[in-house]
């Protein structure tokens, strides 16, 4: 190395206290003071002999009205991971470096117990698919958000309802092309409870129904 070249710090820490210190009009004591530092805590991170504690240096950049951030890069600031995605069954978060799932019907691959209720999402320890997944459609930058109507329970009653729907429109359709035959004249005489049961997937009928007039 060159005499004359000095060699810069990707943190340069003294400096940086320094520069706080300067912008907030403060001297080593007065910063410490407001920092819950001692003075020679202070005098000894801005020598290069220590390190501060993360908490500490945030204070002291807010004193001068600045702020730590990550840069990528290309000089972009990062945002932290959410708060608001989803978790796992005791609330903790999933593991930040494997990317959550959606959990099939009835499956949950690691969480699942008989004697634990369903859990919405899950996540999958193998790298290799994983990293698979990332170079055809790319990293996530966050685990899934927790959405309205997510739980497995809420999925299978909106399923169940598109299904109903979509059956009634392929009804409908079929009656106005003249595919089915005309509806003779009935009255339903069906009890409330048989409607409060069907979940739209087959006829539903109480025992002792005096009408069942959706069964063949």
């Not at 608001?84 to 903790?92: F, H, N, S, T």
């Not at 009835?106 to 899950?122: V, W």
């Not at 005489?189 to 959706?214: K, L, M, N, S, Y």
């Amino acid at each position: 190395m060159d005499v004359g070249t000095v060699q810069e710090d990707p943190f340069d820490l003294p400096g940086l206290l320094r520069r706080i210190r300067r912008q907030a009009d403060l001297s080593q004591r007065e910063l410490a003071a407001r920092c819950d530092l001692s003075q020679s805590a202070v005098a000894s991170a801005e020598t290069g002999r220590r390190d501060l504690r993360v908490t500490a240096l945030v204070r002291a950049a807010a004193l001068a009205g600045f702020r730590l951030v990550l840069l990528d890069e290309d000089g972009a600031e990062v945002r932290p991971m959410s708060p608001e995605a989803v978790r796992d069954l005791g609330r903790r978060h999933f593991p930040a470096h494997l990317d959550t799932e959606r959990t099939a019907a009835g499956l949950s691959f690691h969480e699942q117990r008989r004697d634990r209720p369903e859990t919405a999402y899950t996540f999958v320890r193998d790298r290799s698919a994983r990293d698979g997944r990332r170079a055809a459609r790319g990293a996530p930058s966050d685990h899934h958000p927790w959405l309205p109507g997510d739980t497995p329970a809420e999925r299978r009653a909106t399923r169940r309802a598109e299904a109903a729907q979509r059956r009634r429109e392929e009804f409908e359709r079929r009656r106005a092309a003249g595919e089915l035959p005309p509806l003779p004249d009935f009255t339903c005489e069906c009890p409330p409870a048989c409607a409060e049961g069907d979940d739209g997937t087959r006829p539903f009928h109480v025992d002792g129904c005096p009408c069942r007039c959706d069964v063949g």
